[in-house]
C-alpha cells in the first residue's frame, strides 16, 4: 500500500504524461489539457474539497510554523511579527522543565515498550492455544472494548479505582492492613498507572495484528510438526513465533517511530502539578506553555522541535521496514 | 486441532492458557464493573470504601443528581450533534477524493498522494493549529469542530486502496451504460466498498464520539461542549467542592457515585453499537494496518 510504489509501478504511464506537461507546452499540448479537463472535470471537482481542506487545515498551520523563529504577537499576526532566529530554541534548551518533559517523553515511550508492546504478542499467541470457539470470541470481545472508551473516561475510571478515600485499589490494600496510599498525587506512581492503564486499555486491541498474523501461518507446518510428535509448547516457539517475527518487527518499528507521540490526552487527565517531575511530557508542556499561558512563539518551537525528531524517527522506521518487508509501511 | 489428538501436556497447556486469557478478560472488565456498582450504591458506603463488586445500600440517587443537570442534557446532545455531523462531513470529503486519488486518469496523481500522505509524518503541532483555528474564526464554533477534523491522511489512504483494488471490468460496464464519474462512484463503488466505508464510518463515529481535548480548548460557551468535556468539567469539580461533600452527605451521593453515574451514562451507547462494529473493525484495522 505504499503511495510511490503503486503510483510508480502502475501508472508510470500516466505519470509520464503529467511529467510532460511541466515542460514549455506547445499549443498542442495546452489543448490537449484543456481536453483532459474537459473529459476528467468531475474526478478534479470531487478532490477539491479535500485538497482545499488539508491546505486550510493541515499546511496552513505550516506556514504558522514560523513563528517559533519570531517574536509573535496577537496584534502583528504571523507574517507581521518580527523575526529573532532561534531565541526560542535558545530559551528552550535553557529550560529545565522542558528538558524534563523529553526526558519524561522518552522515558515513558521506553517503558511502554518493554511492558506495552509484548502484552498484545502475548495475548495473541494465548488466543492462538485457546480451543473453545465461544470462549475464546467472549473474552475477544470483551478485551478489544476498552480500546473503544474515551480516554476521559479511562481517567475518570482510573482516578476513582485510585482514589484515597473511595478507591477500591485503597480498599484491597486496607484488607492486608496496608496504609492507603494517594496514588495520583505521588511521582513514582504516576508512570506505573499510566503504562499499566495503556495495557489495560490497548493490549486486547493490539492483539488483531497478531493475530491475523498467526492465522496466515501454513498449516502444513503445524501438521509435519505433530507427525514428529511436537507439542503444541514447542510449536509455539519453533512454528507460531518465528513465522509473526515479521510483523512483530514491523510494528516494533512503528512503535519506535512514533516515541515522540505519548497520548498526551490522557496525561493531561491523569497528571497534576505534584506529578509534573515524572509525568510532563512534551506536548503537555506545549499546552501548558502554549495555549495556557500565550507563549505561542516559545510553545510552538518546542512543537516544531517535537515535530522534526518525530519526522526522522518515522522516516528511519520506514526505511528499516523496507528492509524487513518488500514494501514500506506507506 | 483436536482436543482428542492432545497429549496431557498439551492439554495441560491448553487449560493453563485459557485460565490466564479467563483472568485478563476479567481483570478487563472488573473496572466497569466495579463503576456500575459505584453508581447504584450510597455515598457513605462509596467513601468509606464499601463497594467492591455490588451496589452497596442501593440507590438511584446520583443518577438522579445528573438527570436533573440540565448541563447533562445539552452536552448530550451535543455530542450527538458532533458524532452525526463530524461522521457525515467526513464521508463527504473523504469517499469523493478517495475515488479521485485512485483513478489512474487523473493527472498529478503521484503528488496529490504525496500531499494528503505527508501530514501523516510531519504536524504542524498545537500551537499553530490553534492560531489558524483563530485566525479562521471558528474559535468556540460547533461547525469549526465538525469541519476542522473531518479529514485524516489514514483514512484517505485506506478507502483509495479499497477503491483501486476494485476490478477495471465494473467500472467498464457502468461507463458502457453511459455513467459519469458521480454515477460510477455511487452506484459502482460506494456498494461495491460497504466494508471500507463502514470501517471509515466507524472510526469517524468512535473518534468523535470520545473526541475531547481540542473540544476542551477550543469551546468556551456551556452549551457547545460534548459529554466528554462536560464528564470531565464535572470529575474535576466534584473532587474538590467542599460545597459539594457537604450537600450530597444528606442528600445519599457522592463525588465518587455521580461520577461513576456519568460515566455509565456515556458508556451506554457504546455498548450498544458495540456488537454491530465489531465484525467491521477486525477486518478494518488489517485493511489500514500492515500490509506485506
Known sequence: ?330 | MNWNLYSRGDKFFAIVVSILIGMFTVATLYPFIYIAALSFSSGFAAQAGKVVLTPIDATLEAYGYILKDPQFWVSYRNTFIYTIGGTVMSLAFIIPGAYALSRPQLKGRRFFNLFIAFTMWFNAGLIPFFLNMRDLNLLDSMFGIILAFAVNAFNVILLRNFFEAIPKSFEEAARMDGANDFQVLWKVFVPLSKPAIATITLFCIVSRWNGFFWAMVLLQSEDKIPLQVFLRHTISNLSDDDEFAIVQTAAGFSAETVTAAIIVCSIIPVLIVYPFIQKYFEKGILLGGVKE
Do not use: C
Not at chain 1, 476513582?160 to 494517594?182: C, E, H, K, Q, R
Not at chain 1, 492465522?215 to 516457539?237: C, F, H, I, K, T
Not at chain 1, 512514533?258 to 506536548?283: C, G, H, K, R, W
Not at chain 1, 505561542?296 to 528511519?316: C, E, H, K, R, S
Open chain 1, 1 to 330: 500500500m505504499t503511495i510511490q510504489e503503486d503510483s510508480s509501478s502502475r501508472n508510470s504511464d500516466v505519470l509520464a504524461a503529467f511529467e510532460t506537461e511541466d515542460q514549455p507546452a506547445s499549443g498542442g499540448r495546452l489543448e490537449a489539457a484543456i481536453d483532459h479537463l474537459r473529459r476528467e472535470w468531475q474526478l478534479y471537482l470531487m478532490l477539491l474539497p479535500m485538497v482545499i481542506w488539508f491546505i486550510v487545515f493541515l499546511y496552513k498551520p505550516m506556514y504558522g510554523l514560523q513563528i517559533a523563529f519570531k517574536d509573535y504577537s496577537i496584534f502583528r499576526g504571523i507574517a507581521g511579527s518580527p523575526w529573532v532566529g532561534l531565541e526560542h530554541f535558545e530559551t528552550l534548551f535553557a529550560n529545565d522543565q522542558f528538558l524534563r518533559a523529553i526526558k519524561n517523553t522518552v522515558t515513558i515511550s521506553a517503558l511502554n515498550l518493554l511492558f506495552g508492546f509484548p502484552a498484545p504478542i502475548i495475548l495473541a499467541l494465548m488466543f492462538n492455544e485457546v480451543l473453545h470457539a465461544s470462549y475464546k470470541r467472549t473474552a475477544q470481545t470483551i478485551v478489544y472494548l476498552p480500546h473503544f472508551i474515551s480516554s476521559v473516561i479511562i481517567a475518570g475510571i482510573v482516578i476513582t479505582a485510585f482514589s484515597p478515600t473511595a478507591g477500591i485499589v485503597n480498599t484491597i490494600m486496607g484488607w492486608f492492613g496496608l496504609d492507603p496510599v494517594y496514588f495520583l498525587t505521588q511521582p513514582e506512581w504516576f508512570r506505573p498507572i499510566f503504562i499499566g492503564t495503556g495495557i489495560w486499555q490497548e493490549a486486547g486491541f493490539g492483539s488483531i495484528v497478531f493475530l491475523a498474523a498467526i492465522a496466515g501461518v501454513n498449516p502444513s507446518l503445524y501438521e509435519s510438526a505433530v507427525v514428529d510428535g511436537a507439542n503444541r509448547w514447542q510449536m509455539m516457539w519453533k512454528i507460531t513465533i518465528p513465522s509473526i517475527l515479521p510483523t512483530i518487527l514491523i510494528m516494533l518499528i512503528i512503535r519506535i517511530g512514533n516515541i515522540m507521540e505519548v497520548s498526551f490526552e490522557l496525561v493531561i487527565l491523569l497528571y497534576q502539578p505534584a506529578t509534573y517531575e515524572t509525568a510532563d511530557v512534551v506536548n503537555t508542556w506545549i499546552y501548558r506553555q502554549g495555549l495556557q499561558s500565550g507563549q505561542y512563539d516559545l510553545a510552538a518551537a518546542a512543537g516544531l522541535f517535537n515535530a522534526v525528531v518525530a519526522f526522522i524517527l518515522v522516516m528511519t522506521a520506514n526505511t528499516l521496514s523496507r528492509r524487513f518487508s518488500r514494501t514500506s509501511l506507506w
